[in-house]
């Protein structure tokens, strides 16, 4: 999963990027509403983390401007211990959920996972598709009950299809899902080698092209 952290606190902010990436996710840290901001306008994340203490202006103000501009992408806040009135404030323009400070990072991350199935409409923990399983909360991976040993970014390729399993991806749409804007820039072919690894290693149809428009999730039934 591609996440927007927006944190002020120069402790916080990488540790808390640090941990989520090694939960697997794709993970960009801003310091600052503005740059926050044009982010998320430039890219497709698939969830912020926001802090709601922010100098200038808070959280919740960053909060309202993006439900207003149309923004649906899920949002946890963080709020501190005694900020009763600010969850309830957040909750109200718009969070999804909400984490009091100090953050246990297997919440954190659990929490993500949790609202990322309500925002899919996924009702099981374990996505499947055909013989494919997959545990985005152990991130183990089986095809036909066998363990399909995955490298970082081919399980982020697999996860960002696995969670819209019939949108078709244009390539700069999936490479933006699976490197942050600290990554160097990707090898053009890497991402087709990636999807190579994925048909080598599951299925030849895991991944089909579309000629002259993208990549989509191959359908169950061809993958007998
Ligand atoms: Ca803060």
Do not use: C
Not at 49 to 57: H, I, N, T
Not at 198 to 222: A, C, D, F, T
Request: proline share 4%; no cysteine.
């Amino acid at each position: 999963m591609r996440l927007l952290i927006l944190e002020d606190d120069q402790a916080l902010g990488p540790a808390l990027a640090a941990g989520l990436r090694q939960h697997g996710h794709v993970v960009d840290w801003f310091d600052q509403g503005a740059k926050a901001h044009s982010a998320l306008m430039g890219t497709d994340y698939d969830a912020i983390v926001l802090d709601l203490g922010l100098p200038g202006d808070d959280g919740v103000v960053w909060l309202r401007r993006w439900r207003r501009e149309g923004k649906q992408t899920p949002v946890l806040v963080l709020t501190a211990r005694d900020g009763l009135n600010e969850r309830i404030e957040g909750l109200d323009s718009g969070a999804d959920d909400y984490l009091i400070k100090p953050i246990a990072m297997d919440e954190l991350a659990a929490r993500l996972r949790a609202m990322l199935r309500r925002a899919t409409g996924q009702t099981q923990s374990v996505w499947t598709h055909a013989a494919l399983q997959h545990d985005p909360s152990t991130r183990i991976t089986r095809w036909r009950d066998q363990v399909v040993e995955l490298t970082r970014r081919e399980m982020s390729l697999l996860e960002t299809l696995l969670m819209h399993p019939t949108k078709v991806w244009s390539k700069a749409q999936l490479q933006s899902k699976l490197y942050d804007w600290g990554d160097s820039e990707p090898e053009s072919n890497a991402l087709e080698v990636h999807i190579h690894h994925l048909r080598k290693k599951i299925h030849p149809n895991i991944v089909r092209n579309i000629r002259g428009v993208g990549y989509v999730l191959g359908s169950e039934s061809l993958l007998s």
